[in-house]
């Protein structure tokens, strides 16, 4: 007898299923069978403490906050770099971009590197 193979089918979100499929003798004329069974949803958000929905909402005012941040400073070195370029200069100084690379790289981490790129870029356009 063949060990019962299962796989989840989720197309949409509402349209989740599991269909088991083997062969044996339990099946007629030793041909294949198959089950549909609805799934259990398993990504939705569990009930928790009530603290939890209150450092949900803190976490997506954080977000707020930074995204408003972002456009404005990607705003600003636009506008720098508009202003440097009308006045002869370079687009960019990369002194600036190397201070501001060490800066993230101090506070956050190894990955303070990363998102200070994506920063600098945003400001800049790429390279």
Do not use: H, K, N, Y
């Amino acid at each position: 007898m063949t060990p019962r193979r299962s796989r989840t089918a989720t197309g949409f979100p509402d349209r989740a299923w599991t269909v088991s499929i083997g062969t044996g003798p339990d099946t007629a004329r030793g041909g294949r069978w198959w089950t549909r069974r609805r799934a259990r949803r398993r990504d939705r958000p569990t009930a928790g403490p009530p603290e939890i929905s209150s450092m949900r909402r803190r976490i997506d005012e954080i977000d707020a906050t930074i995204i408003g941040l972002w456009q404005e400073r990607a705003g600003l070195s636009r506008q720098i770099g508009r202003m440097r370029l009308a006045s002869g200069g370079t687009r960019l100084v990369l002194s600036r971009e190397q201070e501001i690379l060490a800066r993230f790289r101090d506070g956050i981490g190894d990955e303070g590197t990363q998102l200070a790129l994506l920063v600098l870029r945003a400001g800049r356009g790429p390279l």
